[in-house]
Every structure is written in C-alpha cells, then in structure tokens.
C-alpha cells in the first residue's frame, strides 16, 4: 500500500514565525493530499487539501506545495500564532490496495511559542 | 461537524471480554471507517464500509471485526479485548465520489482501555 513519511516529528517555532512540515510517498498514482489538524483531545479536522493538477494551494496563513515528481508534499503555515500548536497530520490515498481510503503520516506536534 | 457521533466516548475493560464501538452518522455518507491513534504511528486504519453490509479490511484489522446494516450506523467489535487494543477510535465518513475525492470528517472519538 501508500507508504507515507512525516517529517519532523515535533517542530517548536516562535509567534510570528513560519512553520513548514514535509511528506513523501510512496504511489506516483496518488492525485490527493489533504492536511488536518488535531488539536489536544479533539478530532483531526481538515485544514487544506490539494490535488495533482496543481502545485500550491493557499488559505489565508497556510499553504501546501506539491512536488509530484519528487513525490513530496509540504505543508507551510506563515505569521504563527500560539492557536496553531497541534498536531497536524498529512495523508495520501491509499490507491495501490484498491482500497477508497487514506493513508496517514505519523504527525508534527507543532509547538507555537508566544 | 459532518454529524457523526461515537458511542461511548471512554470505556474501560478487562482483557477477554468482547467490546463493540458505534459510529453513527447523519450526513448519508457512503463511506465509513475505523482508526485507530497511538502515539507515534498517527491513524492507522482497521476496516472500512463502503456501502451497506460491504466491508474491507485495513492495515491493522487482526482482532476487529466491524459491520454495516444501515448506512447511518457502522460499528467496530473486538471479539476478545486485549491490552494491545488500548487506544483512541475514530470514526470517520467521507464524500468520496466518481472523481475520487477523498475528504475524511472524524467522529470525536472513543477512548478504550484494556485492563
């Protein structure tokens, strides 16, 4: 199946900095690649996605660039402010067992401090 | 939050005993499925639906068994709970479609002791 690396594992960086967290993976088939947010006991919600057909996508402070020829994706969140220390969590789909399901990287707990 | 609600939220039992989580949604989402989160291995999944008593297994699906009878509800059973099966459950539904979409909306999750 997918094979999907996170990195890094933990990211502390201080208020008003950028933040960047990088995925691979492993199906050059894969054409999704969404982003979600976990905060501390919540539900991961989906922050950004983007599809093959592009390579960046913005929402307001956050971005996700796609290399498809290097098979990685990053997530970029600008101007960080102490609300967006989370978990974030990135996936891709899982196309290569037929399964209509995602793939999830390990996780960034991202530390935002004031 | 894409109505979907899990039942119970924490749940606590002894090792041998048979345990069943319920998912249920409101938003006839087609497709349904179980993680599982542990620290350091993210979510990884155990089984999904992907429509009415149509299963699939996942990567982690050894000691699950889940089952589908109504498109609103899917429910996740370990037959024989083990301390290995200590961990937090999402549930999560997705508006997967012919062009391939595949945005997931998480439950709030159960969190399971085995004691």
């Known amino acids: 199946g997918e094979n999907v690396e996170q990195h890094p594992s933990t990211l502390s960086v201080q208020e008003g900095d950028s933040a960047v967290i990088k995925c691979t993976y492993s199906d050059s088939a894969s054409n999704y690649f969404p982003w979600y947010k976990q905060e501390l006991g919540k539900r991961p919600q989906l922050i950004i996605d983007?599809?093959?057909?592009?390579g960046e996508k913005k929402d307001q402070r956050i971005a996700v660039t796609l290399n498809k020829t290097a098979k990685h994706f990053s997530l970029h969140i600008t101007e960080t402010q102490p609300e967006d220390s989370a978990v974030y969590f990135c996936a891709a789909p899982d196309r290569a067992t037929g399964r209509r399901a995602l793939t999830f990287g390990s996780g960034t707990r991202l530390q935002v401090q004031p | 939050d894409a109505g979907i609600t899990q039942s119970p939220r924490h749940k606590v039992t002894e090792t041998g005993t048979p345990v069943t989580l319920r998912c249920h949604q409101t938003e006839n989402h087609r497709y349904m499925y179980w993680y599982r989160q542990d620290p350091g291995h993210g979510l990884r999944l155990i089984h999904y639906?992907?429509?009415?008593?149509?299963?699939d297994k996942g990567e982690v699906s050894d000691g699950y068994s889940v089952s589908r009878s109504k498109t609103e509800d899917f429910l996740l059973t370990l037959e024989s709970a083990t301390s290995s099966q200590t961990s937090v459950y999402f549930c999560?539904?997705?508006?997967?479609?012919?062009?391939?979409?595949?945005?997931?909306?998480f439950g709030p999750g159960t969190r399971l002791t085995v004691t």
């Open positions: 999560a539904t997705s508006t997967h479609s012919g062009t391939e979409a595949y945005e997931q909306y």
């Open positions: 639906s992907y429509g009415v008593k149509d299963t």
């Open positions: 983007i599809r093959s057909n592009v």
